[in-house]
């Protein structure tokens, strides 16, 4: 199993689906069944390659939930997805193993971590298991990097990469994230952003998830709704510098935008 079948060919389009009540821009607006299957229906038409399913918010200053909570909102969403037509390839967007293993038995395909296998490692073993692709996210407790954030990001990512080869995820399966607003400042962001190429560097696919966030809302002084532009300007940079998905909250602006730069950069 791969994560698309057009990973490597062109930039992947990953939606976003949050089933939560406090996700920072469309907290509560899916969650219900019946919402979030026609949310998803409306993504996969506007472009959307990959669905990714999230039942508890990572946003700044979150409260987790239980296991057994999130795993009453992600897993009928997911079997509604999967018994109404929606074959794209769905991730879940979790670092607990137990809700990552019922997504999976329930239809999903991709375990999408924000903390990279280190929260809660079984995860790793659980998508091993299963033979299941994985998105490794650069994450911390704290924000004490050394002088140099980039070759920490570098190095911490890279140990991600080991730890879950060691748990038997083939090289083929495993995705990176450099984990935009993850235990990061603005400085961070934009410093990381100008350098993604480093990432690249790893040798494996790399995911951006900038969607709407903090830093873009700052400096654009607008809400989450109203930045747009934001995101598909740091879509195209990331296309640039050898990003091969992109989750984003607004599909069919970021696959327009992904479609003109890919034919740019790759050529048509």
Request: hydrophobic residues 45%; negative net charge.
């Amino acid at each position: 199993m791969t994560i698309h079948k057009d990973l490597g060919k062109r930039t992947l389009i990953m939606g976003i689906l949050n089933v939560t009540p406090d996700s920072f821009s469309d907290g509560g607006k899916y969650m219900t069944v019946e919402r979030a299957l026609k949310h998803a229906r409306l993504l996969v038409a506007e472009g959307a390659d990959i669905l990714d399913v999230g039942g508890e918010s990572t946003r700044p200053g979150y409260v987790e939930i239980s296991v057994e909570e999130e795993i009453a909102r992600v897993v009928p969403v997911l079997k509604a997805l999967r018994a109404n037509g929606i074959d794209v390839p769905i991730s879940i967007d979790t670092y607990k193993a137990d809700v990552a293993e019922a997504a999976l038995e329930a239809g999903a395909t991709i375990v999408n971590d924000v903390w990279g296998g280190k929260r809660e490692p079984r995860i790793l073993e659980v998508a091993a298991k299963r033979n299941a692709p994985i998105i490794l996210t650069h994450n911390r407790d704290n924000m004490n990097y050394s002088y140099n954030f980039i070759d920490d990001v570098y190095t911490d990512l890279n140990e991600c990469v080991w730890v879950a080869k060691a748990a038997g995820i083939p090289n083929e399966h495993i995705v990176v994230d450099p984990g935009i607003g993850f235990a990061k400042n603005r400085r961070h962001n934009l410093e990381l952003l100008n350098q993604l190429g480093v990432v690249a560097a790893l040798g494996y696919p790399v995911l951006l998830g900038t969607s709407r966030k903090r830093f873009i809302r700052d400096i654009l002084e607008a809400g989450p709704e109203d930045v747009v532009e934001g995101t598909i300007a740091t879509t195209v940079l990331g296309i640039q510098m050898g990003v091969s998905i992109v989750r984003v909250h607004d599909v069919r602006a970021n696959a327009k935008a992904a479609r003109m730069a890919d034919a740019i950069v790759r050529g048509e």
